[in-house]
């Protein structure tokens, strides 16, 4: 449960007191007795608070960094949004309309308005609930921000915005849901919030499967982070483009790539077809999710091992961002003695398994399907027609100059 922060506290846990105190924490402790040492350097209560935001810096720390938001609350750290998503969300923004007022009316914690901000963009942040709201200050103020931050309600919120960012919560007793009219707001107030200004952009679940006449008629994105998806993004007004959906891969440092077109379709190869593959493609996520794996392939000369399977099989290597190639060294079918049998001819021992249509866990099968050599491999699992079968895999060699942005296919 957590216990709201009283004025005084906020003050002090903001403040240089409570850095001084982390700083000197020994390292290689464990956490009591980081919190016997933070007591003696401070109140209890400021203590417990020091201890639990050390804890949540550390867990945070390979997702959002140290720096970014360096005052950080119980739940709301996990839900941030990646650091490299909003970057490139306020890069676009500010291109679009550089000198115009931004509301970020559900803030959480400020992740999105800490980018708005290092955008160059004016800002107004708000959350309903007045310490995280207080949080997402601190957060701003330590990046030198002097856009005011609000506690109120999103659909209440009396803000003037040129453009407004609404990022609806979708847990619903903890729990992440996929219903709309659980939301809060909900995607009917959101879209009605969305329309009273002249730019807008609505932050969606990356799985959920948004109205058929939104496809045609807004700029959807559906955006993976590294190859994990993170969000389905609607943009409205002077911050939309082209009406469509796209998908986008965004890298970790930052880089980003796009591919967009119409939903198509391309017949699956048959067994043998798919057995004769001298390479795989594994995709990544935001195509099949955004409708354009077909799309994708046809593009580029590939096409599905099998029906409602993720991977695509082709004749020459295919570079792309979007997924990674590999060179089809064998295949056997999916019984230990024949996958071992497989391995062994390449001497392979330890291996990596990626899995598209079985449900046992790759650790699981890696432990089963152990070759008897002393080489680390690289298998794929895939039903296909004829039944469940193992590919032996070789990565293609690939690099930046390679792996080229893909060009968008005709519309």
């Not at 995280?132 to 609000?150: K, P, Y």
């Not at 007004?237 to 469509?244: K, L, Q």
């Not at 193992?390 to 100059?401: K, T």
Request: net charge neutral; charged share 20%.
């Amino acid at each position: 449960m957590r216990i709201p922060l009283d004025r005084a506290m906020h003050k002090d846990l903001f403040g240089p007191k409570i850095e001084a105190a982390l700083a000197a924490l020994p390292t290689g402790v464990g956490p009591l007795q980081r919190l016997d040492h933070l007591r003696r350097l401070l109140p209890a209560d400021l203590a417990r608070e020091a201890a639990a935001l050390h804890d949540l810096r550390q867990r945070c720390k390979p997702r959002i960094g140290l720096d970014l938001l360096p005052f950080l609350r119980a739940p709301n750290a996990s839900q941030v949004t990646p650091p490299a998503v909003a970057a490139r969300r306020a890069q676009r923004i500010a291109h679009s309309t550089p000198d115009s007022h931004i509301w970020d009316c559900t803030a959480g914690l400020g992740m999105e308005a800490v980018h708005l901000h290092r955008a160059g963009l004016a800002l107004t942040a708000s959350d309903r609930e007045l310490e995280i709201a207080t949080f997402a200050a601190a957060n701003l103020a330590h990046h030198g921000s002097r856009g005011r931050v609000l506690c109120t309600d999103a659909l209440h919120g009396a803000v003037r915005a040129d453009g407004i960012l609404i990022d609806p919560d979708r847990r619903v007793q903890g729990k992440r849901s996929l219903d709309p009219s659980a939301w809060s707001p909900t995607l009917d107030a959101s879209w009605n919030l969305a329309r009273k200004h002249t730019a807008a952009v609505l932050k969606l679940p990356p799985v959920w499967e948004p109205p058929a006449d939104w496809r045609s008629l807004h700029d959807l994105e559906v955006v993976s982070l590294a190859g994990h998806l993170v969000e389905t993004t609607l943009w409205l007004g002077r911050w939309a483009g082209e009406p469509g959906l796209q998908a986008v891969r965004i890298e970790s440092d930052g880089s980003v790539h796009t591919f967009a077109g119409r939903p198509g379709t391309v017949a699956p190869l048959d067994h043998a077809e798919a057995l004769a593959s001298a390479y795989l493609f594994d995709p990544d996520p935001s195509l099949a999710a955004a409708g354009l794996l077909e799309s994708f392939a046809s593009h580029h000369g590939f096409a599905p091992l099998a029906e409602q399977l993720g991977y695509l099989g082709g004749p020459e290597p295919l570079h792309s961002p979007f997924g990674q190639c590999f060179r089809i060294l064998g295949h056997a079918p999916l019984r230990p003695k024949a996958v071992q049998t497989l391995l062994g001819e390449h001497e392979i021992g330890p291996i990596e398994v990626r899995v598209r249509g079985h449900q046992e866990r790759p650790e699981q099968l890696a432990r089963r399907l152990r070759g008897p050599g002393q080489r680390r491999g690289q298998v794929a699992v895939a039903r296909l027609d004829g039944g469940r079968r193992v590919f032996l895999l070789e990565p293609c060699a690939s690099s930046a100059a390679q792996a080229t942005p893909d060009a968008h296919p005709p519309s």
